[in-house]
């Protein structure tokens, strides 16, 4: 089992940044891929971005390409970092973990998923 727990969420102007993260403890071995994903009221879960470890490989949403960043300090820790935030940012946003070796894009290819976290962005 791999526990996940997301912070760094909260309000924010649009055009500012905040910095998630997502720690990784128990199996940690068997989810070599971490992903974000976001859910804003009654719309489906939405890709953000995938992470492989080691070797760093990369995917983005069509939406966050290029405000976005995906990064991992090692199998444990993720972090996302959101730039030129928009109101349609706006979500709660969740850290999700996987083995494999493709980049997962759809919330059907993660095992394991944290509590997520709020993200509001104000115009």
């Known amino acids: 089992q791999v526990r996940l727990v997301e912070s760094g969420g909260g309000l924010v102007q649009a055009g500012g940044s905040l910095r998630l993260s997502c720690a990784a403890s128990?199996?940690?071995?068997?989810?070599?891929?971490m992903g974000w994903f976001r859910q804003a009221p009654g719309q489906a879960r939405e890709f953000v971005a995938a992470?492989?470890?080691?070797?760093?490989?990369t995917s983005y949403g069509d939406s966050v390409k290029g405000r976005f960043t995906i990064s991992r300090d090692n199998v444990n820790t993720g972090y996302l970092q959101m730039n030129s935030l928009k109101p349609e940012d706006t979500a709660v946003y969740y850290c999700?973990?996987?083995?494999?070796?493709?980049?997962?894009?759809?919330?059907?290819?993660?095992?394991?998923w944290g509590q997520g976290t709020q993200v509001t962005v104000s115009s």
């Open positions: 992470i492989r470890w080691p070797g760093g490989s």
């Open positions: 128990g199996r940690t071995f068997s989810s070599n891929i």
């Open positions: 999700a973990a996987r083995q494999g070796l493709a980049l997962g894009t759809t919330q059907y290819e993660y095992d394991y």
